[in-house]
C-alpha cells in the first residue's frame, strides 16, 4: 500500500492487483502493530536502516493525517543476570542504529514506572509506539486514488512472461475470466506469494535464495482486569537462536492488552488461520518471568499472523529483499521478497527506496 502510494502520479498509469476482495487482509492486518524503533537489526542492513526512517515518517503520517497512535514506550526487560550484558549489546546496537532517547534502566526504575513487572533491569526505547495499521493502509490507499492510481481486487496474477521490454502479466478475475496486459515495470509486493511472483517471472528462487518460509504467530488476549496493570510495551531479551523477539506483552490503542505473537515455522501447504487454544499455558509460562500476574485462565484466543520469512529455523539473520533485477536479465522487475517484521513500520521507507528505483527506470 505504501508502494503504491509513492510510485503513482497523476498521468501514470498504476494499477494494483490484490488477489483479495480489499487489501490488507494478510500479513499488513495480522501483526503487534508496533512502531519499531530499530533496536535488533544489524547495523546498516536494510531493516535496520528503513526501520529508523520508516518510524520517523509514520509518526509524522499519523500526525499529518489523523491516524490514531500512541507512542507508549517499550521496556526489554532482563529476568537474568546473563542478560544484561545482552542489555547492553542491545543499546549499544540500537544507539548505531539511530534509535532515539535509549536507556538502561535499573530494577528500582523500572518499579517505579511499571510496578506490576518483574525486571533486574530494563532497555527503555520511548520512541517505540503502535498505529492503527488499518487506518494507515487508509491513508496510502487513499493518496494513491488522488494519484490516480487504480486499485484491482479479486484479481489473482497468475502469470509472467517476458515480453520485449517488458512483462505480459496474465491474471484471474472475481468472476474466474482470465485476461493479461503488458508492463514496463513490475512490482512485486506479494507478501507470502513473493517468491512465487519472482519465479513466474522467470527468477531461479532456490538458486537466489529466495525460497520463503511460513512463520506463524498466534496471539492471546488479556482479560480486561489485568489488561490496565501496565501501560509499556513489554519484551523479553531476545533468545539469539530464536527467530522471534520473544512473547511479549502490547498495549493496544484502546483499554486492551495482548500478548504474542509467538514463532512456528509452518508447512505452506497446510498454513492456515486457526488458533490454537490449548497454547495458553505456553504463553502464560513465557512471559511469567517478567509480567508474574498473568495465569493462563487470563488469556483468551484473539488473532494469528503469518510471517514471509527468508529466514528459516536456526538459521542466522536474513535482510529484506529489494532488488531490481536487471542483472538476472529481467529489467523492470522490482522484486520484495522477505518483507517481515518490521515491515509495517518500514513500510514508508521501503516505499521510497522503490520509488527512487522506479524514477530512475522511467
Ligand atoms: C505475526 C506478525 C507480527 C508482526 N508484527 C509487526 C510489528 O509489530 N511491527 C512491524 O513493523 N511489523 C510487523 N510485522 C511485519 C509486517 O506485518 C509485514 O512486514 C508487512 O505487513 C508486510 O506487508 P506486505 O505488503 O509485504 O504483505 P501483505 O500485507 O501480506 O500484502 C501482500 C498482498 O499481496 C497479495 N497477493 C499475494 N499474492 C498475490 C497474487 N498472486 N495476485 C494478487 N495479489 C496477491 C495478498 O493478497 C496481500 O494482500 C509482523 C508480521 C506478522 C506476521
Redesign the pocket.
Known amino acids: ?1 505504501a508502494v503504491s502510494a509513492s510510485v503513482s502520479r497523476p498521468g501514470r498509469a498504476v494499477y494494483i ?4 476482495m480489499s ?6 492486518s ?7 524503533a530499530g533496536i535488533y537489526y544489524p547495523k546498516d542492513s536494510l531493516k535496520a536502516k528503513t526501520c529508523a526512517e520508516g518510524s520517523h515518517l509514520i509518526y509524522e503520517i499519523c500526525e499529518r493525517g489523523s491516524i490514531l497512535y500512541k507512542k507508549a514506550g517499550k521496556l526489554i526487560v532482563a529476568s537474568e543476570k546473563e542478560e544484561l550484558k545482552k542489555l547492553k549489546r542491545l543499546l549499544q546496537n540500537g544507539r548505531e542504529n539511530r534509535a532515539a532517547g535509549l536507556r538502561i534502566l535499573s530494577a528500582k526504575d523500572v518499579k517505579d514506572m511499571e510496578p506490576n513487572i518483574r525486571a533486574l533491569a530494563a532497555l527503555y526505547s520511548p520512541d517505540t509506539g503502535i498505529v492503527d495499521s488499518h487506518n494507515l493502509m487508509r491513508h496510502f490507499f487513499q493518496k494513491a486514488k488522488a494519484q490516480e492510481a487504480d486499485f484491482v481486487f479479486q ?4 502469470q509472467i512472461e517476458k515480453q520485449g521490454r517488458g512483462f505480459k502479466v496474465s491474471v484471474r478475475d472475481a468472476d474466474g475470466t482470465d485476461f493479461s496486459f503488458f508492463t514496463r515495470t513490475l512490482i512485486n ?5 513473493s517468491d512465487i ?1 519472482a519465479e513466474l517471472a522467470g527468477i531461479d528462487i532456490k538458486k537466489e535464495n529466495y525460497i520463503l518460509k511460513f512463520c506463524k ?1 498466534e496471539y492471546f488476549r488479556v482479560g480486561v482486569n489485568k489488561s490496565r496493570l501496565i501501560k509499556h510495551l513489554v519484551y523479553p531479551v531476545p533468545n539469539e537462536k530464536e527467530v522471534s523477539l520473544g512473547i511479549h506483552a502490547t498495549p493496544d490503542l484502546g483499554a486492551g492488552l495482548r500478548l504474542g ?1 509467538d514463532a512456528q515455522y509452518v508447512e505452506r501447504s497446510k498454513a492456515n488461520y486457526n488458533i490454537n487454544d490449548s497454547r495458553k499455558e505456553h504463553f502464560s509460562r513465557a512471559v511469567n518471568r517478567f509480567l508474574p500476574f498473568i495465569e493462563s485462565a487470563d488469556l483468551a484466543a484473539d488473532t ?5 520469512k527468508l529466514q528459516g529455523p536456526q538459521e542466522s539473520f536474513r535482510d529484506f529483499i529489494i532488488c531490481h533485477e536487471e542483472e538476472k536479465g529481467l529489467p523492470g522487475l522490482i522484486n ?1 521478497i522477505g ?9 514508508p521507507s521501503i516505499a521510497k527506496y522503490v520509488q527512487n528505483i522506479v524514477e530512475e527506470l522511467i
Open positions: 500500500m492487483l490484490e488477489k483479495n487489501f490488507g487482509q494478510e500479513a499488513s495480522r501483526n503487534s502493530e508496533v512502531i519499531h484479481t489473482e496474477v497468475r509486493c506479494a507478501g507470502l506469494n511472483i504467530g505473537p494469528c499472523g503469518i510471517r514471509a520484495l518483507i517481515d517484521s518490521p515491515g509495517l513500520t518500514c513500510a
